[in-house]
């Protein structure tokens, strides 16, 4: 199950939601059809978009 939650900037989560964080981080992770585990060129490759990214986003704030 999936449960999504909208925060607005500043916006603390409540005890409830900090618990529900905490017991999540203790499941493992499930991989599927949909959501394979990353292979080590793909993790990589991942990086590199995402760093790529962020100095876009820097450059753009600038």
Known sequence: MTITYSVSP?????AEQLKEVEEAAKLPITFDEDSPELTPDME?????????RNRSMMKSEA
């Open 10 to 14: 500043g916006q603390k989560p409540t």
């Open 44 to 52: 990589k490759a991942l990086r590199c978009a995402v760093a790529q």
